[in-house]
């Protein structure tokens, strides 16, 4: 039986050959790619796509509320909806973080969970958001199979597709398998909290208010306002806050549109309420983000001008 060290060094090795510079790599794979890190984070904001994190080398924490996640070598972290939380992550130059991130194809999950029998687990509205699993030998045998047909074009067309198919089912039927389901089920708009979810993806950019989003889950504004808290791990409006910086760093950060444009893009009326708010959740000004992107991230970037400094 092939032993797990030597699958996790065939990992590192190629993952290192694949993602030979700093920051994401695409791939030819639609939702999938490497990332490279070199350097130690400390409480950066996150928000990432519904979909699983698997680390090979290095180690990252989560941390959501009062809870924290590990994904590590020996650990993967699966996301059925995005949720804003903390992150840091211990890498060197000697021993760089290398990690494989895959983006949910909904059509995929939705396939197989029709072909899963019922499983014991949280449903609906206590759905977990974030899960942190064993990196058991299963998922392991796929990651390798993956990253080794990634090294070359024609297994990349050939062997590629199925082999994602072939992840999401590692992951859909894992330990938290039961809750993640639960979870992408509400996501998709299957319960309360999943239609308000949907509803602000479809209407970020615009002004929500918390009745039209309880009306959407049917719930009352009380009740509404603590699940979910609950499930999130922050309120309805925060999160919404969160999306639009998060969607505006990314424009900026990709498409070098200025402050005032991206601003402007996600929803807000002020630059200068926009620049205060960004800075006060990324820890950096949006031009200064910008250029810590394309150094840490390998994101296509042209510095954005600096803001002016916003009033008190």
Same mark, same amino acid.
């Given at each position: 039986?092939?032993?797990?060290?030597?699958? $996790?060094?065939?990992?590192?090795?190629?993952?290192?050959? %694949?993602? *030979?510079?700093?920051?994401?790599?695409?791939?030819?794979?639609?939702?999938?790619r490497l990332l490279r890190s070199s350097t130690d984070l400390d409480?950066?904001?996150?928000?990432?796509?519904?979909?699983?994190? @698997?680390?090979?080398?290095?180690?990252?924490?989560?941390?959501?509320?009062?809870? #924290? =996640?590990?994904?590590?070598?020996?650990?993967?972290? !699966?996301?059925?909806?995005?949720?804003?939380?903390?992150?840091? /992550?211990?890498? /060197?130059?000697?021993?760089? +973080?290398? !990690?494989?991130?895959?983006? =949910?194809?909904? #059509?995929?999950?939705?396939? &197989? %969970?029709?072909?899963?029998?019922?499983?014991?687990?949280?449903?609906?509205?206590?759905?977990? /958001?974030?899960?942190?699993?064993?990196?058991?030998?299963?998922?392991?045998?796929?990651?390798?199979?993956?990253?080794?047909?990634?090294?070359?074009? &024609?297994?990349?067309?050939?062997?590629?597709?199925?082999?994602?198919?072939?992840?999401?089912? $590692?992951?859909?039927?894992?330990?938290? *398998?039961?809750? &993640?389901?639960?979870?992408?089920?509400?996501?998709?708009? *299957?319960?309360?909290?999943?239609?308000?979810?949907?509803?602000?993806?479809?209407?970020? $950019?615009?002004?929500?208010?918390?009745?039209? +989003?309880?009306?959407?889950?049917?719930? /009352?504004?009380?009740? @509404?306002?603590?699940? @979910?808290?609950?499930?999130?791990?922050?309120?309805?409006?925060?999160?919404?806050?969160?999306?639009?910086?998060?969607?505006? $760093?990314?424009?900026?950060?990709?498409?070098?549109?200025?402050?005032?444009?991206?601003?402007?893009?996600?929803?807000?009326?002020?630059? #200068?309420? =926009?620049?205060?708010? @960004?800075?006060?959740? =990324?820890?950096?000004?949006?031009?200064?983000?910008?250029?810590?992107?394309? !150094?840490? +991230?390998?994101?296509?970037?042209?510095?954005?001008?600096?803001?002016?400094?916003?009033?008190?």
């Amino acid at each position: 039986m092939p032993d797990p060290m030597n699958d $996790r060094d065939e990992l590192v090795l190629l993952a290192g050959t %694949i993602a *030979g510079r700093e920051g994401y790599t695409a791939t030819s794979l639609p939702g999938l790619r490497l990332l490279r890190s070199s350097t130690d984070l400390d409480d950066v904001p996150v928000l990432y796509r519904p979909g699983a994190v @698997f680390v090979l080398q290095g180690a990252k924490r989560g941390h959501l509320g009062t809870e #924290s =996640f590990v994904y590590d070598a020996h650990h993967y972290l !699966a996301v059925s909806v995005p949720v804003p939380f903390r992150m840091e /992550s211990r890498a /060197s130059p000697d021993a760089p +973080l290398l !990690a494989v991130y895959m983006d =949910f194809d909904l #059509s995929i999950a939705a396939e &197989l %969970i029709e072909l899963m029998p019922p499983r014991p687990g949280r449903t609906h509205d206590n759905a977990r /958001s974030l899960v942190s699993s064993p990196l058991d030998r299963g998922v392991r045998g796929t990651l390798l199979r993956l990253v080794t047909a990634l090294a070359d074009p &024609l297994e990349t067309a050939a062997l590629g597709p199925p082999l994602v198919r072939e992840l999401h089912y $590692r992951v859909l039927t894992g330990p938290q *398998g039961a809750e &993640l389901i639960a979870a992408l089920r509400q996501a998709g708009g *299957g319960g309360g909290i999943g239609r308000s979810l949907a509803y602000i993806r479809r209407h970020y $950019r615009r002004q929500i208010s918390i009745g039209i +989003l309880a009306a959407e889950a049917g719930m /009352s504004v009380p009740t @509404f306002h603590s699940r @979910f808290r609950e499930r999130i791990g922050t309120t309805p409006l925060n999160y919404i806050k969160s999306l639009r910086l998060h969607e505006a $760093r990314l424009l900026m950060a990709r498409d070098a549109c200025s402050v005032a444009t991206a601003a402007a893009a996600v929803g807000y009326v002020s630059t #200068s309420q =926009f620049s205060r708010e @960004f800075k006060r959740h =990324f820890g950096r000004a949006a031009s200064e983000e910008v250029l810590w992107m394309r !150094a840490h +991230l390998g994101e296509r970037a042209q510095p954005v001008e600096p803001e002016a400094e916003p009033q008190a």
